[in-house]
C-alpha cells in the first residue's frame, strides 16, 4: 500500500522525536523507503529516502513529491526543505533503526489493506471493516447510511463513546438533531471535513454511488487529536466501505424489500403480477394491518424519511415502512397490540413519534385483505386532511373520528355549500347576517337533540316557551317539513358542512 509523508511522520512520532517540514504531497505515492548513500545526484518524485543528514549533497535535483527522511542535521537541510518534505528524526538512533521502524509501518498497512479486501470477498460486513480499522486509526469511528442508520460502531480502546450503539440501530432522536445540524448542509461534500458536531470535532467522509449520497464515515475525535494523515487514510477505508455498500445491496434481495416493493405497488394501483402476489399472501396470510400516514413538521422538515421508516420498522415488527410523496407510509401489524383496544394502543405506541418528532399522523381501520391496502391508504388520507383542517391543534387523527367530516365534504362535491339551500334555508341564513339570535343555530341544536323541546332549551340555556316561538318563527321561514327524514338529513348535512367551514375559517384566522 502507498502511504505520504503525514502517514509516516504520525507513524514515526509514536516512537521517535521526529519534526517535519517542507512541500509535502497528500496523496498516497510513496511506495517502500530506500537508503540514499550520497551517490545519487537526483531525488526522484513521489520516492521515501532514508539517510543521515550530513550525507545529503549541499545541491542536488528534487523533483516534486520526493520525501528525505533523515537523522540528525546538518546546514544542508534547509535547501531541500525549499523543494521537499523532509521528516528528521532529532533522536539519536540509528539510521537502520529508522529503516526498520518504516518497513514496519508499511507492513502494517499493507496487512490492513489486505484484511479489507478479504472481508470485501467474504461477507462485504462493513462492521467488520470498521472494527478491523480500529487500531488503525485508535478512536471511535461509526458509519450511518443516507438515512442516518447506524450501519456499524467501533469504540476506541479505554475511550468515552461519541454514540451509544448498544441498544438501537438509530440514532437517537436528540443526537441526530445535533448531527443533522452540523452535517446536514455537508452531504455533497466529496473531500472529508473536519466538523464539530455532538460537542466534538470529527472528521467526516461522505460515501457516493456515482452522483447520489449513501451515507458517512466519520471518526471521533474525542479521545485524541486529529492527525493529517488521518484524511487519506480515512478515504481508503470509506472507498473500502462503499463498495461494501454497494454490493451487499446489490445482492441482498431480502423478501422484507419485496414485500415493500409489492405494497408500493398496491398502493399505487399498479397491478400485481405474479411474484409479487406470492410475496404478499406468503408474508401477510392471516395478518391484520393498520394504515398509518406520518408527515413531519417544519420544525423537523429535514428530517429523513428514511430514517422514521426505520424507526417503525425497529419498533413495530414485521411492519412495513416507506416513503410516498413526502410523506411516510406504514402499514403496522397488530399482533403486537392488544387486541381488546389495538387503537388506543397504536395511539400510545406512537407516542414517540407524534411527541418526540412532532408528527402528524393519521391512521385508517385495520384490515386483512392486502389487496385493499389502497383504500385504507385513502382512510389514513382522509384522516389525516380533514384532522388537520377540523383540529389542526392536534397531532393524531383517527379515521372514524372524522369519518362524517370526510362523508360531509365528499356529498357536496366541488359546489359550494349554499348552492344547496332550499329557499327556507337562505330566508334563515338571511336572517342571521344581522340579528342577535341565530335561527342556523338554534335549528342545529333542536335537530341534534332529535327535536326534544325539553334537551333544546337545555342546551341553549333558554326558556322553554321562548324556544317554542322561536322554533315556531323558524319552520315558517324554512317552509319544510321537519318530520319528513329526508329533508331533515339534508338539512342536517348542509348545517354540519356549514360547522366544518366555519372551523376551518377560524383555524386558519388563528394562524394568520
Known sequence: ?????????????????????????????????????????????????????????????????????????????????????????????????????VQELFDRFDSWKDDLQEI????????EMIVRSSPIFMTSMFLLDANFKLLAHCEAEGGAALIDAADTENLDLELLGKYLEGHELATQEREP????????????????????????????YKNRRDRAGDIELAKVLADMLTRAMLKFSSTASTDHGLLRAALQGVVDGMPVDYSQRRVLENAL??????????????RFAKLPAG?????????????????????????????????????????????????????????????????????????ACAALENGNLVAPGKNYYRFQDYALTELVINSLGKMPTE??????????????????????????AYLDQNMSMTKTA??????????????????????????????????????????????INENRTEEQ
Do not use: W
Open 193 to 220: 471535513i473536519i466538523l464539530e458536531l455532538l460537542d466534538t470535532a470529527t472528521l467526516n467522509v461522505n460515501l457516493f454511488d456515482q452522483e447520489t449520497y449513501i451515507g458517512c464515515l466519520t471518526l471521533d
Open 120 to 127: 470485501m470477498d467474504r461477507s462485504a460486513s462493513v462492521e
Open 307 to 379: 430514517y422514521i421508516c426505520n424507526e417503525v420498522e425497529r419498533r413495530f415488527p414485521h411492519s412495513v415502512a416507506f416513503e410516498r410523496k413526502g410523506s411516510v407510509l406504514c402499514f403496522i401489524d397488530t399482533a403486537g397490540l392488544p387486541d381488546e383496544d389495538c387503537q388506543s394502543a397504536l395511539e400510545t405506541a406512537l407516542g414517540a413519534f407524534t411527541g418526540s418528532m412532532d408528527l402528524k399522523i393519521g391512521v385508517s381501520d385495520a384490515f386483512a385483505d392486502v389487496y385493499s391496502a389502497r383504500l385504507y391508504y385513502h382512510q
Open 458 to 503: 337545555a342546551a341553549l340555556y333558554v326558556h322553554r316557551s321562548t324556544l317554542l316561538e322561536r322554533i315556531a318563527r323558524i319552520e315558517r321561514e324554512l317552509d319544510t317539513d321537519l318530520k319528513d327524514p329526508d329533508e331533515r338529513l339534508r338539512i342536517q348535512i348542509l348545517l354540519k358542512a356549514m360547522k366544518i367551514h366555519e372551523a
Open 1 to 101: 500500500m502507498k502511504l505520504n509523508a503525514d502517514i509516516i511522520y504520525d507513524g514515526l512520532s509514536a516512537q521517535l522525536s521526529v519534526e517535519m517540514a517542507g512541500q509535502k504531497e497528500t496523496e498516497l505515492r510513496l511506495g517502500r523507503p530506500v537508503f540514499y548513500d550520497g551517490g545519487a545526484g537526483e531525488f526522484a518524485a513521489d520516492r521515501l529516502y532514508i539517510t543521515r543528514a550530513d550525507r545529503l549533497p549541499r545541491r542536488a535535483a528534487v523533483q516534486r513529491g520526493a520525501v528525505i527522511l533523515c537523522q540528525g542535521d546538518s546546514v544542508q537541510l534547509a535547501y531541500y526543505r525549499e523543494r521537499c518534505c523532509v521528516i528528521r528524526v532529532r533522536d539519536d538512533t540509528d539510521i537502520f533503526t529508522v529503516f526498520n521502524l
Open 285 to 298: 396470510h392471516d395478518k391484520e394491518y393498520i394504515c398509518v400516514k406520518m408527515e413531519l413538521s417544519s
Open 419 to 444: 348552492l344547496f339551500f332550499s329557499d327556507g334555508m337562505r330566508r334563515l341564513a338571511a336572517h342571521d347576517t344581522d340579528a342577535s339570535v341565530s335561527y342556523l343555530d338554534t335549528l342545529r
